[in-house]
């Protein structure tokens, strides 16, 4: 069983900046595709971006390109999704998640391991 933990989401107002932490174990950070996905109430999981930490260049979906940045810290077995300029529609469930693979999907239907979330709340 993979292991994610998701850290960092709090609130922050609006034109902000967030650094949210996704710790996996050894196995999962070495072995798979994380990806960074949100959801917001009301609305479907959608993709920010994946990385096969192996490789290390990350991808993005259209939600997350220009103000999300992925990166990574090997010897912590860590993926960051750093947030900016962040306005009230990026109030959502943030989820890191993986899949046993080395071209990262960015669609969360693909993915097979989930963390429990950590919640981004902006305010105006």
């Known amino acids: 069983q993979e292991q994610l933990a998701e850290s960092g989401g709090g609130s922050v107002q609006a034109g902000g900046s967030l650094r949210l932490s996704c710790v996996a174990s050894?196995?999962?950070?070495?072995?798979?595709?994380l990806g960074w996905f949100r959801q917001a109430p009301g609305k479907e999981r959608e993709g920010i971006g994946a990385?096969?930490?192996?490789?290390?260049?990350?991808y993005y979906a259209d939600s997350g390109a220009g103000r999300f940045t992925i990166s990574q810290d090997d010897g912590k077995n860590t993926l960051y999704l750093h947030l900016s300029n962040l306005t009230i529609d990026d109030s959502a469930m943030y989820y890191c998640?993986?899949?046993?693979?080395?071209?990262?999907?960015?669609?969360?239907?693909?993915?097979?391991?989930w963390g429990q979330g950590t919640q981004v709340t902006v305010s105006s």
């Open positions: 990385m096969y930490p192996y490789v290390g260049v990350a």
């Open positions: 998640a993986a899949v046993p693979r080395v071209r990262c999907p960015l669609g969360p239907e693909e993915y097979k391991y």
């Open positions: 050894e196995e999962t950070y070495r072995r798979n595709c």
